[in-house]
């Protein structure tokens, strides 16, 4: 028995696969000089390979207005076996090293609870903060500009690189200008924006929005990367080599770095006391859009804001072990001024900051630090895939940041959840996440936006199951007890529950029955 | 009223109330194994870094002996590309190795701070294909939190910590060193 | 010590052996449990999906049939949890506080209320995956989570621990979400399916023959997909293992 036992358990220690077909004798990731596998960025601490390619699933068709059907597009994914596959083993593979990283550090839980304290008190002092953060950006040269909204933002970037005779940016990852529709926008003044992140680069160049705020292309597989590659940069279609795929990349977009007018960058955390801002990656290629061009912009959230330089000890210990496992992202840099003969700008943006500082139930959402392990654990997201949420921020931090942007689109969102709260439990900042999802489905059935017929029947649900005597009589027959438990067979979508299962056995006779004929069970058979 | 001034007021119409003190922060007791730069060189070599035990000279000699273009910052090695203040970006295109010194080590991450008064220009730090920096042992602090209290982050315009070379996993999770910045980084201790 | 049996209503209408169970087993232990007649559901369905106003009776018949119990046990982590923590569309009177607050699970009746020490009449000689349903882990704290840095504690392995012959197998994902949900098994079939596809599969290699859970909404769910997948896996709430079920 102890035999079987340790076949569950890789030689690391892990849990083994659940998707045993996934593992693979090696995939030529990079190792140690003794010859270990090195696990830290965002690499897999187990080699895993999907089997000959699969046309990968799009995200959700996604309809003025209408809500977003998660479910429609969740199936299409999970009806790709080799993506869902991948897909689930590869970001449960970083839940699996965040927590390791976790063991490794004892105040683990007393950091979560500093840097959820830390960003409550710059919240609550919001406006302070960043007046201070102003000013001290101000005096070190840097120009700082604000804007309301993702439009003004666009306008305000537009305006800057105008002034500079600008026509190429080189932008590293920023989840901010996902918000704002950036590259749209850009393109439609006729400048040319390039991604430098492999991961956002695969995605601009298959003009698909980024499905994980740190691995924006983990819902592809090497077959899908080789055809984008082909189509759009020209190499080999035959040759789905991830080093040759990532080679080909750098070499293709290093003459574009070193031809720029201007680079951006987002933040990730911004610093009050010294007027710094921080921006955490792993490629390198962040650093390169800030230091190579004469011109450096950042884009920065307002709730971006810590008050002290020394508040980073605090988050970058968190930041990358809850991300990727890893003790810290290759490059950690901290931007205090322009440099040399360089010029640098900040826009800090709002875009809806402001108005959900004021909401009771959904304030804290603003501690995001955009580390994504809630989506790593989320087993909603790992089957899904962040495309299907039809949304810039998907998975758990999605569904309760995403209807503040469109109430109506992402309604059905909040909804896209079991409630199961692993998601709260590895937030860094420990935002209660599964509480707000839970407090947004209230939220939109008081607006009366959680579609008409699913309240009509909760309604009815809760008629019945408030007068005992309409509920007796309607779980007495074989399957009226399913016809008014919602909990797994709302009347009219019967049939979804015998989709991938069977119905449950209808009841012979009831506990009340029972009881009743038994009185509970001090006559008959005891 | 601009936008500044709208953003603001509606932030302080909107802060939650309540105290919401900033709390103070707590030194953790860090377990090095006995031994800080072990340690250290531990952590580096997890985060795909290199470490060289020998002279600045040696380890060109041995590690990169066909470089042609050497971008030294220091006054140990002298490179055959200077690099100065004024130097574009794009002279530095074709290093093959650039050398520099690091201000701070951190032993729990196994990451080397690289300041601009050091690097002299930034960018040589990430253009060059392969980077060797330099580190007084003595430089080694525990954890990123001692770090946080140096004086670096208040004096320089630009300071990064690099862990590592450049590194990507973003297709299938395989590890590659060298994706958009250095291919290796090997830290040399003096 | 007046203690009452609560028998969530998926349990009455399709696992009444689970609710007869949790009777006799506090039966063995000297407590003789009432059962209000009038008893329905507490209102978790609604409440699962926003619908606080439409719960709002239900929560309320609730209340008049439990006050002024000492103790209210209930065989369902997940109910246990809307009782104790969401059970808020109805007026927080002094009689509705009392009653969330004197409301237990059945595991935590037993462990934490009666500190049982031994299932002497037990014996299950079974291999057996242990499933925790997320209400009765990350809402009432059966156990240790995951996710967290804490010592590895559970109520209800404790409790298992103390039946003759039961082996617990040890699954590759031990706490994921078997993607029941409630209404999201409803409105979300597609990954729903897929979560419970793989909790079996899970529970499958881990080599169990039994799944044993102190919640059986989301045993149903998972039984419906071992049977379709054909996977000869069965599922027993813990009551029955407890109160002495051999099979």
């Known amino acids: 028995m102890k035999e079987s036992h340790e076949q569950r358990r890789a030689k690391d220690g892990l849990p083994a696969l659940l998707h045993e077909a996934l593992g693979t004798p090696d995939d030529g990731g990079a190792k140690s000089g003794s010859g270990e596998r090195l696990t830290h960025g965002e690499a897999t601490s187990r080699p895993l390979q999907p089997p000959p390619p699969e046309r990968q699933p799009r995200g959700a068709k996604v309809h003025h207005r209408r809500p977003v059907d998660h479910n429609e597009a969740a199936q299409r994914f999970i009806d790709a076996p080799r993506h869902e596959k ?207 061009p004469p011109l450096h912009i950042a884009s920065i959230g307002i709730e971006k804001l810590i008050p002290r330089i020394a508040d980073l000890g605090v988050f970058i210990r968190l930041l990358s072990r809850s991300a990727l496992g890893s003790p810290i992202t290759q490059y950690t840099s901290h931007f205090r001024g322009p440099r040399h003969g360089g010029e640098m700008h900040v826009v800090l943006v709002d875009n809806g900051r402001s108005a959900r ?58 909804f896209a959840s079991t409630l199961n709260g692993s998601c709260t439990n590895v937030c860094p900042v420990k935002i209660d996440i599964h509480k707000q999802i839970f407090a947004w489905r209230k939220a939109l059935a008081e607006t009366h936006d959680i579609g008409l017929g699913k309240q009509a029947l909760m309604k009815a649900a809760g008629a019945v199951l408030s007068h005992p005597k309409l509920y007796r009589a309607a779980i007495a027959t074989a399957d009226g007890a399913l016809k008014v438990l919602p909990d797994f067979a709302v009347t009219n979508r019967l049939n979804t529950w015998t989709q991938g299962r069977d119905m449950p056995e209808p009841p012979r006779e009831t506990f009340h029955q029972w009881y009743e004929r038994t009185h509970g069970g001090e006559e008959g058979a005891q | 009223m601009n936008a500044r001034d709208t953003i603001l007021q509606r932030i302080r119409e909107n802060q939650p109330a309540g105290a919401y003190p900033l709390p103070d922060l707590p030194s953790f007791p860090f377990d090095d194994g006995g031994d800080l730069v072990a340690c250290f060189l531990r952590n580096l070599v997890a985060m795909g870094g290199h470490y060289y035990d020998g002279t600045i000279n040696a380890a060109m000699a041995e590690l990169f002996p066909d470089a042609a273009v050497i971008a030294s910052t220091v006054p140990d090695f002298s490179g055959n590309r200077a690099i100065t203040s004024g130097t574009e970006a794009g002279q530095l295109a074709d290093v093959d190795v650039g050398i520099t010194r690091a201000s701070v080590g951190v032993a729990e991450t196994g990451s080397v701070l690289l300041v601009d008064e050091n690097l002299i220009s930034n960018a040589v730090a990430y253009l060059a294909q392969h980077l060797i920096v330099l580190l007084d042992r003595a430089s080694i602090v525990t954890t990123l939190q001692d770090a946080y209290r140096r004086p670096e982050f208040h004096q320089y315009r630009y300071a990064s910590f690099h862990t590592g070379p450049s590194a990507t996993a973003d297709i299938e999770g395989v590890l590659i060193h060298g994706a958009q910045g250095v291919r290796s980084l090997t830290v040399l201790l003096t | 010590m007046r203690v009452a049996l609560f028998v969530p209503c998926y349990i009455d209408a399709f696992e009444p052996e689970v609710g007869i169970a949790t009777l006799k087993l506090l039966r063995r232990f000297g407590i003789d449990p009432e059962y209000p007649f009038d008893q329905t559901c507490c209102g978790q369905p609604m409440v699962n999906a926003g619908c606080h106003n439409e719960a709002k009776a239900t929560e309320e018949l609730f209340v008049r049939n439990f006050a002024g119990f000492d103790y209210i046990v209930v065989p369902s982590g997940s109910c246990t949890h809307q009782i104790r923590c969401h059970m808020t569309a109805i007026d927080q009177t002094e009689e509705v506080r009392q009653v969330r607050e004197r409301t237990f699970e059945l595991v935590e009746f037993l462990h934490d209320v009666l500190k049982v020490d031994g299932f002497p009449w037990a014996e299950f000689p079974h291999k057996v995956s242990y499933h925790n349903n997320c209400n009765a882990l990350r809402g009432i704290f059966h156990g240790s989570m995951s996710e967290r840095r804490e010592p590895p504690y559970s109520k209800p392995l404790n409790l298992l621990r103390m039946v003759k012959g039961l082996e617990l197998v040890e699954k590759a994902r031990p706490d994921e979400c078997c993607g029941f949900g409630g209404t999201f098994s409803v409105f979300e079939p597609a990954v729903s399916v897929k979560m419970g596809q793989d909790k079996v599969r899970d529970h499958a290699s881990a080599g169990a023959e039994y799944v044993v859970s102190a919640d059986s909404s989301c045993m149903l769910h998972q039984q419906g997909c071992a049977d379709r997948l054909g996977l000869p896996l069965k599922f027993r709430h813990i009551a029955q293992v407890l109160n002495g079920d051999r099979a």
């Open chain 1, 86 to 292: 991948m897909h689930d083993e590869r970001l449960w593979d970083l839940r699996q090293k965040r927590d390791r990283q976790m063991h490794g550090i004892p105040e683990w839980e007393t950091l979560r609870e500093l840097a959820s304290s830390i960003k409550q008190h710059t919240l609550a002092h919001l406006g302070d903060h960043l007046e201070r953060f102003e000013a001290q950006a101000s005096a070190n040269g840097i120009h700082v500009h604000w804007a309301q909204d993702g439009a003004e933002h666009n306008r305000i970037v537009h305006g800057i690189l105008s002034d500079h005779g600008a026509r190429r940016l080189i932008k590293s990852k920023s989840m901010l200008t996902e918000e704002t529709g950036f590259r749209h926008y850009m393109q439609g003044v006729g400048i040319e924006v390039i991604e430098t992140d492999l991961g956002e680069r695969i995605q601009q160049l298959d003009d698909e929005a980024p499905s994980h705020i740190v691995v924006p292309a983990v819902h592809k597989l090497r077959s899908d990367v080789a055809e984008v590659f082909a189509r759009t940069l020209g190499t080999d279609p035959n040759n789905d080599d991830v080093h040759y795929l990532a080679e080909q990349q750098r070499e293709k977009t290093r003459p574009l770095i070193l031809g720029a007018d201007a680079g951006m960058t987002g933040a990730n955390f911004a610093v009050a006391e010294t007027g710094t801002f921080v921006v955490c990656t792993n490629e390198g290629n962040a650093d390169l859009s800030a230091n190579v």
């Open chain 1, 357 to 414: 500082l004021g909401e009771v139930d959904f304030w804290e959402s603003l501690k995001c630090i955009r580390c994504g392990a809630c989506m790593n654990t989320c087993p909603v997201y790992r089957r899904s895939g962040g495309l299907s949420y039809g949304a810039t921020y998907s998975g758990p931090i999605g569904l309760i940041l995403d209807p503040t942007f469109d109430r109506r689109r992402y309604s059905s969102l909040p």
